[in-house]
């Protein structure tokens, strides 16, 4: 369990210090219940501002996460740079296991790789990663792109002429564009916009002429748009019809995965109780069926496996980075 | 008939109940500087889920409805827009304030405020299909030059002194370049410190400028801060009512404008009542007392940005995409709630729908006992509570909300230097609202500027992508009016000079 000799030391101490100040202070917590926690409520921070992606996952795990520990997740709001603000301030917080904050990627491991954004990617202990949108290339109802053959052939005919908008540079679409570009050898024009909802609007207004975006936009949008193909594994379950890249012959998977971190610190016992926590709600039937319907997909990456599945993106993203210029 | 049928739904007692505890919550935020409306939903959405959808929507949109009301209240007493919305109430609320009439502003601000929300709320009742495509016509480059023509209303509203507007607009302009660029994700001008990476937050700078300068002004003058009311006139009611029929055009026409732009979702309520609130000055035949306490000028900004509460629901019931900062807090909630936007919400959904349109009438109309009421209090207290009291709980509060906007402590730094520096501006003359329109228009200018060129690249044409559109080139004619404004008025104001002068010495 406490596996490195190292970790003790530190461990206790913030320890110690914690139950010292959580009795001082609250007179509420005693220093055994590990297995009780939490006792008070947890502060859930989000890096963005509220009404995003992240902030709607955070809000649907918020009610279950009361069910199972009788205690409130309160989610809060920590935009700026990014999601650079937030990060760059998580271990700062107090290490008791009552902060968490949301992480995302690709942002955790893109952003480090340029000018200094005040964290590191190492330096985030997340703890669970539990769902991801998959990249989508949208069209209007009425584009004349019918699939995504067309769309490419019509790419290949007139390179840079095909206008796509998407959310930001050095984000989760810029290198789905990118990663697009590279496997079926076309050039594009990649509009970023601020946030999906600017870029959803350029699209349905006819600005741009696709849209890359997630299963959950073409979700909400389904009446006046289409997805030409889904970068995940299978097709997703609320559009049967709508084919992978895979299946079409490009390899591309991913999109914008959504997790939580401590701060550096944080007792072990307690961010595997975070970890088991969040793992219960990601297997509630009425949490997988309200996210499946919004267009998420559930994944179950828990503290014990995040090493591994962190290690596996950072060779992904670093392979597109360095076609993408980001890290100087 | 069903329509109706659903409306009236919203008329239950508990739906009513919520309604005036929203709008009466959203007040008291919407007056608090740096507790903005787009919070006061973000906190409730959580209450909300244990409610019926119609109810929760009800209460949402009454907060929102409040709030942004509400902001008015630190805008006419303390001279601080309690929400970017406000910024142009400060014109000539605060001036009116100033001279005893803070209880005449307020009772216009909550009349014209009633008007506004209620031709927004109209508008996202009969003609939400229509209004959203407006939004869809609106590319980056109408984005673009509408951020054009904002940045030259400045110079209209800078009377006196349009290179000290443009000074103004150039340190705004600049401000705005600080942090993560949306397009490049080039970092820029944070000078290595982290802390800098999120920008300049617009509320925090908006507290800074207006507010701080007020404060160390009370603390460096003797005077009282506000003239107090004469004595036995209430709440000025009558009067306020022959003022508002008086400019019923006035105020139909900014809550249209409003409603017009809260339909774009990248503009938003600053722009809203600017726009609105150069126009009655254009408009009006009392042009010289915009900005010293004008009421055609509270009336305009007022009916404007309450007008854009119904607009900004428009493109977000209509498209899913939000007009507002708050209406995306709101359209996140529907979306955990299990609802879908789109044509879905006025068939399907329509009880719902409705049920919230109607809500928001109820809110708007509780709007004015409520807010006369409590504006009422809000000043006499403001001017009975004693300088040495006022001046540290404003100053409290500053720090307070600075912080609460993204909780952040570096924010309050960069919110006290902001304040000093505008302090000192303003002794030269270099005042407020151009910095912050400069920090608010910058990255509308620069993302609509960039986007639009890599659009014309694409096409083959950056000229025709400009300058081809045309919709574009209806703003690009406004720029051009707007621009030469200003040289127009120093013009004819230096032929009518002499004969003024006379009129002077005549009084003397």
Sequence with gaps: MFSSKMYKAPFLATFISISISITAFSGQVSAQDVDDFPTSNVQYIIPFGPGGESDISARLQQQYFEEITDQQLIVQYMAGGGGAVGWSQLNEMEADGYA????????????????????????????????????????????????????????????????????????????????????????????????????????????????????TVASNHRDKARMLAVASKERHPQFPDVPTFKELGYEMFGGAYRGMAVPEGTPENIVKKLSNIFGQINQNAEFREKMLELGFVLIDVPYEEMEEFMAERQKEYEKIAEKMNINK | MEIFYFMLAAFSPFNLFLAVLGVAAGIFIGALPGL????????????????????????????????????????????????????????????????????????????????????????????????????????????????????????????????????????????????????????????????????????????????????????????????????????????????????????????????????????????????????????????????????????????????????????????????????????????????????????????????????????????????????????KSIVAIPKALLVPSIAFMTVIGTYAIRNNPFDVVVMVVLGVIGWVLARYDIKPSPIVLGLILGPIAEQGFVQGYLMGNASGSVLMVFFGRPISLAIIILVVISALFPLWRMRSSRRAKPSQKREVQHEH
Aim: aromatic share 10%; proline share 6%.
């Design chain 1, 100 to 215: 968490i904050m949301g992480t995302n990627l690709p942002h955790i491991i893109l952003k480090p790789m340029g000018k200094d954004p005040g964290f590191k990617t190492k330096d985030l202990k997340n703890f669970y990663y539990f769902h991801y949108s998959p990249d989508a290339l949208i069209v209007n109802n009425d584009s004349p792109y019918k699939t995504l053959e067309e769309f490419i052939a019509a790419a290949k005919k007139s390179p840079g002429a095909i206008t796509l908008s998407g959310s930001g540079t050095q984000s989760a679409n810029d290198i789905a564009n990118r990663k697009l570009e590279m496997l079926a050898d076309i050039k594009t024009t990649y509009i970023p916009f601020k946030g999906t909802g600017a870029a959803v609007a350029a699209l349905l207004g006819n600005q741009v002429q696709a849209e890359w975006g997630y299963t």
């Design chain 2, 36 to 379: 903005s409306a787009t919070m006061a939903v973000a906190v409730l959405v959580p209450v909300t889920f244990g409610m019926p959808t119609e109810a929760a929507l009800i209460m949402l949109g009454a907060i929102y409805t409040g709030a942004i009301y509400g902001g008015s209240y630190a805008a006419i007493l303390v001279n601080t827009p309690g929400t970017p919305s406000a910024i142009a109430t400060t014109f000539d609320g605060y001036p009116m304030a100033r001279r005893g009439d803070g209880d005449l502003a307020i009772t216009l601000s909550t009349l014209s405020s009633v008007v506004g929300g209620l031709v927004g709320v109209l508008a996202l009742l009969t003609l939400a299909p229509l209004l959203a495509q407006i939004a869809l016509k609106f590319g980056p480059v109408e984005y673009f030059w509408l951020a054009i023509f904002g940045l030259t209303l400045i110079s209209a509203l800078s009377q006196g002194s349009t290179l000290k507007g443009f000074i103004g607009a150039g340190i705004g302009l600049l401000l705005s370049t600080v942090g993560v660029a949306v397009i490049g994700a080039d970092i820029r001008y944070t000078f290595g410190s982290q802390f800098l990476l999120g920008g300049v937050e617009i509320i925090s700078a908006l507290i800074g400028l207006y507010c701080i300068p007020v404060l160390i002004d009370l603390v460096a003058t003797p005077s009282a801060h506000l003239q107090p009311p004469n004595e036995g006139r209430g709440i000025r009611f009558r009067e306020s009512l022959g003022l508002i029929w008086r400019s019923k055009f006035n105020s139909l026409r900014s809550a249209v404008i409003g409603t017009i732009i809260a339909i774009l979702p990248g503009a938003g309520g600053s722009i809203a009542s600017l726009v609105s609130y150069s126009e009655a000055r254009r408009t009006s035949s009392r042009k010289e007392y915009f900005g010293q306490g004008e009421p055609d000028g509270v009336i305009a900004t007022e009916s404007a940005n309450n007008a854009t509460v119904g607009g900004g629901f428009i493109p977000t019931f209509v498209l899913g995409i939000p007009g507002t900062p708050p209406d995306a807090v709101i359209l996140g909630a529907l979306l955990v709630q299990g609802f879908r936007t789109g044509p879905e919400m006025f068939t399907t959904h329509a009880n719902v729908t409705y049920t919230f349109i109607g809500g928001l009438f109820i809110a708007t109309l509780v709007m004015l006992p409520l807010g006369l009421l409590i504006g009422r209090y809000a000043f």
